[in-house]
């Protein structure tokens, strides 16, 4: 038989022990606290195995899923008739190599190498829209100047754009990256067929033979 001293001894050191775990957890409770408000951006710049950080204006993924936007410190500065940052962010959006020199070509054609330009808009050398035409086009969209019948919701038939990559409205296809993916999708289902008006019917006859043949 033990004790009532003994007892009352066991007690106290029981106590005694769940008292110093009890500040051993609150103590390492605010170490862990400190280190995550102090320490954040060193936690944050550890390296993540088996990924590579963004090294261009757009985290890319493959078509058709989507693309996150993401910018860096140096963001392309767009001017009208240059196109040479255009291969490699053709190239991550999933473009062939084969197919760039003409993708080049076709930019240039028809917005001059301006993101934000929409049928009929007049753009100064900074990309900068300063007028307009008054041509009735205006749903003629971004880089590769893709129509709404590609993307609009509110036009008959079926806006692939919309349907497959969910960009749906004037605004998302002005986005550059946006733009390059659906003119790979048009192309993957039509090839140039969407830029070359000598495949659109015997109606284009006289723009087949005004447009300058396709490199």
């Not at 659109?200 to 006859?205: D, F, R, V």
């Amino acid at each position: 038989m033990v004790s009532i001293s003994e007892i009352r001894q066991r007690r106290k050191g029981a106590n005694t022990e769940m008292q110093n775990k009890h500040k051993k957890s609150i103590i390492a409770g605010l170490a862990t606290y400190l280190a995550l408000a102090t320490g954040v951006g060193t936690l944050l710049a550890q390296p993540v195995p088996d990924m590579e950080p963004p090294s261009t204006r757009w985290v890319l993924m493959n078509i058709p899923d989507i693309i996150e936007s993401k910018t860096t410190d140096k963001p392309i500065a767009f001017k009208h008739g240059d196109v040479s940052w255009l291969p490699d962010l053709a190239i991550k959006v999933g473009w062939p190599k084969k197919a760039i020199p003409r993708l080049k070509y076709i930019v240039l054609r028809e917005s001059g190498g301006c993101p934000n330009r929409i049928g009929g808009s007049i753009v100064d050398k900074n990309c900068n829209i300063i007028g307009h035409t008054g041509a009735t086009n205006k749903s003629d969209s971004g880089l590769l100047q893709i129509n709404g019948v590609n993307w609009d919701p509110k036009r008959s038939g079926t806006q692939i754009a919309c349907a497959q990559l969910k960009i749906c409205t004037q605004e998302a296809i002005l986005d550059p990256v946006n733009n390059l993916r659906v003119g790979l999708l048009l192309y993957r289902e039509a090839g140039w067929g969407p830029w070359d008006p000598c495949q659109w019917g015997p109606e284009y006859a006289a723009k087949c033979k005004s447009t300058p043949k396709m490199p």
